[in-house]
């Protein structure tokens, strides 16, 4: 199929996806929904056509280091070109193409191998590449970061670590049941915020007066030096986990131990492979290796999982982390992390209760969603973090704001401002406000929205 050159409509971006698996796929599914001009590049027919028969996009068969295949793309009208195949040094080669022949447009690369990791800098630096990303290593990240929250089902984090976004289930006779958002004062001696309440499949951003339920679903945004108290507060008591099991000893599960190690934590890796065991013994020498097959019953016994006190099955294979979570949610205390790769059955997975989820695809695609909507639409603010909440139905967006956004020095009871929004917070130089109607947004700060809306890429969009 040949390309469409145009260039993209006023507000839309042009974008090349070079790489069309389950991070190329996502991207193309959010960009499209989002707007944008997409023409994805891969060397699969198969993958050409199927995924033109689902979206509305342009698709070139072939290497997409090649630069008759990038210019028969569009290369010259393209904005944006983000290489996601499976290898790190072609999408490294293909963006460097891409930005000497393609003018002044973008280039985001992903990059996986641990080899490079201490380089990313270096590398974005030097190919003048605006992003590159590594989708197993901010997985680790997120686990950790569930890891020392280990009562929350998500952990998200804002304002360069000083706010964090935390969801769990309310539990059975909970204090919490009964209890309306403006009675929540009473249990909480800190600044907090409910963003959202899933119940029964449905959404809301609760007002004062909703009530909370039994079983639903809350998110809370609290300073991070303040949200082990939110749990304190309403007896959902818990400390970081100090050990942990991992099964599977691939790329994500070298990340998270590592990190997990540098926290002083204890740390377990059941891996099949010998050869793979030896490499990881001389990477992480104060980590536990077993050789072994992690779907074993009786290995996971004998190695004590019943002594540990976080498990996270981080193997190649969807299927088997699943079953693997299943099996160590019957050990009463056993923080249990999934991650899910390629599976997409999202209403079969939430009805598993499999508790934390993490999906590396989407922690790519997000932070990469959140790059286009700064470089499409930047009047007065840029687009700093974004993270989508129940499966897409609400987003949280932190902006950046400039002395020209239309909201600064304005009182914040005086903005109009859409429905179904909360301005959730506003770190000023590091110091978290969680603002009431007399406060206002100010040049330099950073503000999280949270909405049912989709698409903000600019502070001005909160407004009517």
Do not use: W
Not at 57 to 85: C, P, Q, Y
């Amino acid at each position: 199929m040949q390309a469409n050159t145009a260039k993209a409509k006023p507000g839309r971006l042009h974008i090349i996806i070079v790489g069309c698996g389950k991070v190329g796929h996502t991207l193309t599914e959010q960009l499209v929904r989002e707007g944008h001009d997409v023409t994805i590049v891969d060397v699969s027919e198969r993958v050409i056509r199927d995924t033109t028969e689902v979206y509305d996009v342009m698709g070139i068969r072939g290497n997409g280091a090649s630069l008759s295949v990038l210019m028969e793309a569009g290369l010259k009208e393209a904005d944006l070109v983000i290489a996601v195949t499976g290898s790190d040094e072609l999408n490294l080669l293909c963006c460097t193409i891409a930005k000497k022949a393609g003018g002044e447009l973008a280039a985001i690369a992903r990059v996986r191998n641990p080899d490079y990791a201490e380089e990313l800098s270096y590398l974005r630096q030097q190919l003048g590449l605006s992003m590159i990303i590594n989708p197993e290593l901010e997985a680790a990240r997120e686990i950790a970061r569930l890891l020392s929250r280990p009562q929350a089902l998500t952990v998200s984090a804002f304002a360069k670590g000083h706010a964090e976004l935390v969801r769990f289930k309310i539990p059975s006779g909970n204090v919490l049941c009964g209890r309306s958002i403006m009675q929540l004062d009473n249990l909480f001696r800190f600044g907090y915020l409910v963003c959202a309440v899933e119940r029964d499949g449905s959404v809301s951003i609760p007002g004062g007066s909703f009530v909370l339920h039994e079983g639903d679903d809350i998110t809370i945004l609290a300073s991070s030096r303040d949200v082990h108290c939110i749990f304190d507060s309403i007896g959902m008591r818990g400390q970081a986990v100090k050990s942990c099991m991992i099964i599977g000893g691939g790329k994500s599960s070298y990340y998270l131990a590592k990190q997990l190690l540098e926290q002083k934590l204890e740390v377990k890796i059941i891996e099949s492979n010998r050869q793979r065991c030896e490499e990881l013994s001389n990477l992480l020498p104060e980590a536990l290796v077993i050789c072994g097959d992690g779907g074993d019953e009786e290995l996971l016994k004998e190695e004590g999982i019943y002594s540990a006190e976080a498990f996270v099955p981080l193997t190649g294979l969807d299927e088997e982390n699943i079953l693997l979570t299943l099996y160590a949610k019957r050990i009463p205390g056993l923080k249990t992390i999934t991650k899910i790769n390629r599976i997409t059955f999202n209403d079969v997975i939430d009805g598993l209760e499999l508790g934390s989820v993490v999906y590396p695809k989407y922690i790519t695609s997000e932070a990469i969603i959140a790059y286009v909507r700064a470089r499409q639409n930047s009047i007065g603010s840029n687009v700093e973090t974004l993270y989508h909440m129940f499966d897409n139905r609400v987003e949280a967006i932190e902006f950046h704001v400039r002395k020209d956004a239309p909201v600064c020095g304005v009182p914040l009871m005086q903005l109009k401002k859409k429905d179904n929004l909360l301005i959730a917070c506003i770190n000023r130089g590091g110091r978290i406000i969680f603002p009431r109607g007399q406060d206002a947004i100010m040049e330099g700060d950073s503000v999280i929205i949270v909405t049912t809306h989709t698409g903000f890429g600019d502070i001005s969009d909160i407004l009517l």
